[in-house]
């Protein structure tokens, strides 16, 4: 009898531990979500992108606006996690910087949120109007053939590729000396997310030297692009310079498509491929942050080196992108 009121006991414990975990999923979607986006940023700002990932039963939301009248960006960013799907834990978080460049051409309608549905182990991406869904969202943004170009002087030559929305640098800590910014995020510019598959297709910066100025120009997916001047100046005592009959593009595409290079980006929150110049050579670089195995590796394709990598500890439990973007605007 014992027992048997015993086993009754366990079966109405699970019976009601089932029926709270029910209760308790949240039922957020993309529109709801966005409701909750203070009504003067809906009304100001417009929205230009908006992104969704899941991954074991985790999802993350998030919502790019420009505010033409301010020149920002900001990123609304709502993340929810369960532990046995039971217990359930929100987070909410904002990041906004000034831009010198207009998104307004990106602008899409909110309505378009009500086609997002949730699902499990995908990613959704809002560009331009339409949904794109897992591999496809890679397939839309340009390749580092299609941009670089014979007859410029180049300053700096950037690929950018990130696992989600984002504006801002990512904050690492490395062993007794505290806080440190890693090398990766340009203030002004709307980082969009890809899925680290394809190490020669992202969002591209041409840093292009023009007299005494650098021409910024930066090419998004479907052929859109944005440009300005830096208010960097051009020093040509530097020797900084370069033009493709100075680099082997070639030789550095093949190894940035290598499998060793997609194997080792895979999981990152943050991909740099970059061609600049230093010590009077032209060097092709990639860096990435993997916070799944705390570490930022480096790799130079150009002229060829090993693959080097710098172990970090994350801060509340993972990298985070800072608050306040603390990098120069350009280059």
Request: charged share 25%; net charge neutral.
């Given at each position: 009898?014992?027992?048997?009121?015993?086993?009754?006991?366990?079966?109405?414990?699970?019976?009601?531990?089932?029926?709270?975990?029910?209760?308790?999923?949240?039922?957020?979607?993309?529109?709801?979500?966005?409701?909750?986006?203070?009504?003067?940023?809906?009304?100001?700002?417009?929205?230009?992108?908006?992104?969704?990932?899941?991954?074991?039963?985790?999802?993350?939301?998030?919502?790019?606006?420009?505010?033409?009248?301010?020149?920002?960006?900001?990123?609304?960013?709502?993340?929810?996690?369960?532990?046995?799907?039971?217990?359930?834990?929100?987070?909410?978080?904002?990041?906004?910087?000034?831009?010198?460049?207009?998104?307004?051409?990106?602008?899409?309608?909110?309505?378009?949120?009500?086609?997002?549905?949730?699902?499990?182990?995908?990613?959704?991406?809002?560009?331009?109007?339409?949904?794109?869904?897992?591999?496809?969202?890679?397939?839309?943004?340009?390749?580092?053939?299609?941009?670089?170009?014979?007859?410029?002087?180049?300053?700096?030559?950037?690929?950018?590729?990130?696992?989600?929305?984002?504006?801002?640098?990512?904050?690492?800590?490395?062993?007794?000396?505290?806080?440190?910014?890693?090398?990766?995020?340009?203030?002004?510019?709307?980082?969009?997310?890809?899925?680290?598959?394809?190490p020669s297709r992202g969002v591209i910066v041409e840093f292009i030297a023009k007299n005494d100025t650098i021409h910024v120009v930066i090419h998004y997916p479907k052929n859109m692009t944005f440009s300005t001047i830096s208010s960097v100046r051009l020093r040509k005592d530097w020797n900084s310079t370069w033009n493709l009959k100075e680099v082997p593009l070639s030789e550095i595409l093949q190894k940035s498509k290598s499998k060793e290079l997609s194997q080792e980006i895979k999981g990152s929150l943050r991909f740099e491929f970059s061609i600049t110049k230093r010590d009077n050579?032209?060097?092709?670089?990639?860096?990435?942050?993997?916070?799944?195995?705390?570490?930022?590796?480096?790799?130079?394709?150009?002229?060829?080196?090993?693959?080097?990598?710098?172990?970090?500890?994350?801060?509340?439990?993972?990298?985070?992108?800072?608050?306040?973007?603390?990098?120069?605007?350009?280059?």
């Open positions: 009898m014992k027992k048997l009121t015993a086993v009754l006991g366990l079966l109405s414990i699970l019976l009601l531990l089932l029926a709270y975990a029910y209760s308790n999923q949240p039922h957020e979607t993309m529109s709801s979500l966005y409701q909750k986006i203070p009504e003067q940023v809906r009304e100001n700002a417009q929205l230009i992108a908006a992104y969704y990932s899941s991954q074991n039963g985790d999802r993350e939301y998030q919502f790019a606006f420009y505010d033409p009248k301010e020149r920002t960006l900001s990123i609304y960013t709502f993340k929810i996690s369960n532990f046995l799907k039971i217990f359930w834990d929100k987070e909410e978080n904002k990041i906004t910087c000034e831009t010198p460049f207009n998104y307004s051409v990106l602008a899409t309608s909110p309505e378009k949120l009500k086609n997002f549905e949730n699902c499990d182990n995908c990613k959704l991406f809002l560009y331009k109007g339409r949904i794109y869904k897992n591999k496809e969202i890679e397939s839309i943004y340009p390749s580092i053939e299609q941009v670089i170009k014979e007859n410029t002087t180049y300053v700096n030559f950037v690929l950018l590729k990130d696992e989600e929305l984002s504006i801002g640098g990512i904050i690492e800590r490395h062993g007794d000396m505290g806080l440190g910014p890693a090398y990766f995020g340009y203030k002004g510019l709307l980082h969009l997310p890809t899925t680290m598959h394809n050579r032209a060097e092709a670089w990639a860096s990435w942050i993997n916070s799944r195995k705390q570490a930022h590796g480096y790799w130079r394709l150009y002229p060829p080196d090993k693959i080097e990598w710098r172990r970090f500890t994350c801060i509340e439990k993972s990298c985070r992108w800072t608050e306040e973007n603390i990098f120069d605007p350009f280059p």
